[in-house]
């Protein structure tokens, strides 16, 4: 790996979470990421992307959300999530040499920081690795009310096959948002990003989404 990674902690409120920073030379962006719900920043398909994201002369900071820190299964309340996506993004500008800052994350993680956005957190742009749009088998509960509300650049990155986002209901959400937002399928792609008959760790899979992420941000910076 060209650049080294770096492990510090995060206060929010009363506690502390873990984060991992990787910063190339004269970085021209910082994407903080955040995990989905069943994994933690460690995942090789998070440390993949990050890696990936350093090589394309991004910096990344990755952090756990509060449960995960605390070994809990079931994901923090969205109040908790947000204060920890705002106290991240803080520390990203304290580590930053000025460049833009973006939000990005996994499922649930890629949501929370949507609704942060959405209640005023700074960010330059958005990035999701997978939107949870809705549940599996329940399309018509859609999580998507806020994002509506949301004015910077957005790259949702999805699968066809991914069972949280029917794929005409998420292209009808992405073209109500406006041209903010940019919608690109991985073909074959579940929640995951992983294709059926290809087989690929999930460091390569989450490397693998790095290049279109990049390019995105050097088109919205």
């Known amino acids: 790996m060209p650049d080294t990674e770096t492990s510090l902690n995060v206060a929010v409120g009363e506690t502390e979470v873990s984060a991992l920073h990787i910063q190339p030379k004269q970085p021209s962006a910082t994407l903080v990421v955040a995990h989905g719900a069943g994994a933690g920043m460690e995942h090789p398909f998070l440390q993949g992307f990050a890696e990936a994201m350093a090589e394309e002369g991004v ?71 997978g939107y949870p749009l809705h549940a599996p088998g329940k399309p018509e509960k859609l999580r998507d009310e806020h994002l509506y509300g949301v004015t910077v650049p957005m790259l949702f990155l999805q699968g066809t096959r991914d069972t949280f986002a029917t794929p005409e209901l998420l292209e009808r959400v992405v073209e109500k948002i406006g041209p903010t937002a940019t919608l690109q399928w991985s073909e074959g792609g579940d929640h995951s990003f992983a294709v059926k008959g290809v087989k690929r760790g999930a460091a390569e899979v989450g490397a ?3 290049p279109e992420v990049a390019t995105f941000l050097r088109a919205n910076t």
């Open 59 to 129: 910096a990344t900071l990755r952090f756990n959300f509060p449960y995960r820190e605390a070994g809990r299964r079931f994901p923090d309340r969205p109040p908790l999530a947000i204060a920890t996506w705002r106290a991240v993004m803080d520390k990203a500008a304290e580590l930053s040499q000025g460049e833009p800052l973006w939000a990005a994350g996994k499922s649930f993680g890629g949501r929370m920081a949507s609704m942060a956005v959405a209640e005023g957190m700074a960010a330059r742009g958005l990035v999701y690795l």
């Open 208 to 210: 693998s989404l790095a």
